[in-house]
């Protein structure tokens, strides 16, 4: 039956909406200070894994934010979510540009990770799925190919103010960007009509949230510490070889534009051969791809190669978002992605801040990248110990079995 939300033109506008927060933010948040690593080391003399702890700490906001706003989300409109997180970041970004100490620096990206990127991440893809229950991986395949662009886009356009304002002035411009933009969007954003959101819970997850999101939570964690290595360090890795900021910043862009295609075929795929499945196939493609990253040493090698794996790893976020989605119950979806979420974002904390720490000690990315491919193996054993529950070793869902003869299902 046509849902009232399936029917509605809004809610293209509010992918579209979803993916320009997504750009900007995200952007901002997971990887965009891999432009800044070695102007902080220049101007303020400290040390890469200082500055990676910045990363960090933002990503630990991110995790604190998603288990918190995860579960207010269910409760408060995704329009007041939105404005108080593109708020959030733009301020924090003005206020980095001022701060004189390692510490301020620290707290302020937490907040902006807490208030920003963990109250607007989980909420905002959990909207885009209630307007579309008939096709959630496409639509959320789009609006994550939002954050693709932002992740490219932010590096690049960051390399580019910072050479002509310096670090100080780039925060300063990003701030006022992400405040002049995101502000009017935010005012848009409305939550999908209750016929959308009753459409997605018509079918019960193939188990039960007890046993999906523990499991989740743990393949996500070594997930991201895998995604995490190219995404912080692809950047002052190339550097390394005396390839200017803005190439480098070129190779990051090329990327993860490459990336957006990604996102929306994975998103397609997820519709097609299951998210689960989906998953599998891009985290073995980004694991293969973190270790040769280390085998480069031209700016063209490393250019044709990112391009390649741009499109290969980026249906990793996507094929995540529609599994967790497709294993939770949609009247508590938003608080349990928000606590998987939490585990993506100590993951990606964990992995830019070992390959900085790693680097300190050895001078080079070479074991940092390895640790990082271990960890895509050990989510990729997690994926396919979930696909096999999910569907049972005859290929069906044992607990949707039951649910069709009438038997409980838990």
């Known amino acids: 039956m046509t849902t009232v939300a399936a029917e ?29 690593f070695i102007p902080m080391q220049t101007a303020e003399g400290w040390a890469r894994s200082d500055v990676a702890a910045i990363n960090s700490l933002g990503l630990l906001g991110l995790a604190v934010g998603s288990v918190v706003m995860g579960f207010a989300s269910d409760r408060i409109g995704i329009r007041a979510i ?10 924090c970004l003005l206020l980095t540009a001022q701060a004189q100490t390692l510490w301020q620096v620290y707290l302020i990206f937490f907040l902006a990770g807490a208030l920003g990127g963990g109250t607007l991440f989980a909420p905002l893809f959990a909207t885009v799925g209630n307007w579309f229950p008939g096709m959630a991986g496409l639509a959320i ?6 954050q693709a662009v932002g992740q490219g886009g932010v590096p690049f356009l960051s390399a580019v103010l910072i050479e002509r304002l310096g670090w100080r002035g780039a925060m300063t411009t990003l701030g006022i960007i992400i405040l002049a933009v995101l502000i009017p969007l935010a005012a848009f954003m409305r939550d999908a009509p209750a016929a959308g959101v009753a459409g997605n819970a018509a079918q019960p997850p193939p188990i039960t949230a007890s046993v999906a999101v523990p499991l989740l939570s743990a393949a996500v964690f070594f997930c991201c510490a895998c995604m995490a290595l190219p995404l912080m360090h692809l950047m002052p890795l190339i550097q390394g070889f005396c390839i200017a900021a803005t190439e480098a910043g070129g190779v990051m862009l090329a990327m993860l534009l490459s990336a957006i295609l990604g996102r929306i075929a994975y998103g397609k795929l997820c ?5 689960i499945r989906s998953w599998a196939v891009a985290s073995f493609l980004q694991t293969a791809g973190v270790v040769a990253f280390t085998q480069f040493t031209s ?7 990112a391009v390649l794996y741009g499109f290969a790893y980026a249906g990793v976020m996507t094929s995540l978002l529609v599994s967790a989605r497709a294993l939770t119950p949609a009247q508590s979806r938003g608080g349990f992605m928000g606590i998987i979420l939490a585990f993506a974002w100590l993951g990606h904390a964990f992995g830019g801040y070992q390959g900085a720490a790693v680097f300190d000690l050895t001078g080079s990315y070479a074991n940092g990248f390895l640790i990082g491919a271990a960890a895509g193996a050990l989510n990729l054993a997690l994926v396919g110990l979930l696909l096999l529950l999910a569907q049972g070793p005859d290929g069906t869902s044992p607990r949707l079995a039951k649910a069709r003869q009438g038997q409980p299902a838990e």
């Open 8 to 36: 509605s033109p809004s809610r293209w506008l509010v992918v579209g909406s979803a993916a320009l927060m997504l750009a900007l933010v995200m952007g901002t948040l997971v990887n965009g200070l891999t432009a800044f």
């Open 271 to 275: 519709d097609m051969i299951g998210p």
């Open 141 to 146: 395949g789009i609006a994550a190919a939002g």
């Open 82 to 91: 939105c404005l108080i997180a593109v708020t959030a970041v733009g301020t």
């Open 299 to 305: 700016l063209r090698g490393f250019l044709i190669f």
